[in-house]
């Protein structure tokens, strides 16, 4: 019962590079998110996608872009990093309200822009 | 517009002292309201979260939480901690409307708790 997996777990990235973070879910939820987490900010939301075939900006979507390319999948897209973009990103999962309560994180994916 | 204040972003306490880490939220209806605490390099663990069934929420680890309407709060207590609690806690808060994406979620900046012992 894996939850929610994130891969890579980590990535060293040199400025003006591209990579695409994966996220994939088994618990049959409808949404899922991009988080990025940075010291003393909290969590926030990069992306999301409520159901499969939509997405919408979250609080911080400048340099990202999404695809939900399944009902399982919702990755993450750098086109150019910047150093700005190092950063722990999280994706996360949810079912709907009011059935379900809460959203299941991934364990993290630790990126580094030099 | 939905926003949590965590007030403290370090809290150092003595092991069996008690935990008090404080949340207030805004929000225009009651919301769903959680505790996630992160151990260091790993990802967010939920601890208890408060949904309506009833104010006072008893989570994992010993942790429990009160919900006060008329104070907009949620605060994270633990009567006796212990040297494994050190870790981030954060607060965080969702939309309940029927089919809100509940994790939609609008985190608190988190606070470090440390436990001497």
């Known amino acids: 019962n894996a939850g929610v997996t994130q891969t890579p777990k980590f990535q060293v990235l040199k400025t003006g590079q591209s990579m695409t973070l994966q996220c994939a879910q088994d618990m049959n939820h409808n949404s899922m998110y991009w988080y990025r987490q940075d010291p003393g900010m909290g969590l926030r939301l990069i992306y999301y996608?409520?159901?499969?075939?939509?997405?919408d900006k979250g609080e911080v979507p400048n340099g990202y872009n999404v695809s939900r390319l399944n009902k399982r999948e919702f990755s993450l897209r750098l086109e150019s990093a910047a150093p700005s973009q190092t950063s722990v990103y999280f994706c996360?999962?949810?079912?709907?309200?009011?059935?379900?309560?809460?959203?299941?994180f991934g364990q993290g994916t630790r990126l580094t822009v030099v | 517009a939905q926003s949590v204040t965590q007030l403290g972003s370090h809290v150092s306490v003595s092991e069996g002292a008690l935990v008090l880490l404080r949340c207030n939220y805004s929000?225009?209806?009651?919301?769903?309201l959680f505790w996630y605490v992160q151990y260091p390099n790993q990802g967010l663990q939920l601890l208890l979260k408060y949904t309506s069934a009833a104010t006072l929420v008893k989570g994992i680890n010993g942790f429990e939480a009160e919900f006060k309407k008329s104070e907009t709060s949620f605060h994270l207590t633990k009567p006796s901690a212990h040297m494994s609690d050190a870790a981030e806690y954060f607060c965080?808060?969702?939309?309940?409307?029927?089919?809100?994406?509940?994790?939609?979620?609008?985190f608190g900046r988190g606070t470090q708790l440390t436990v001497w012992p």
């Open positions: 996360a999962s949810s079912g709907p309200a009011p059935m379900n309560t809460e959203a299941f």
């Open positions: 965080a808060v969702s939309g309940r409307s029927r089919g809100s994406t509940l994790g939609r979620l609008y």
């Open positions: 929000s225009s209806v009651p919301p769903y």
């Open positions: 996608s409520a159901s499969e075939g939509t997405t």
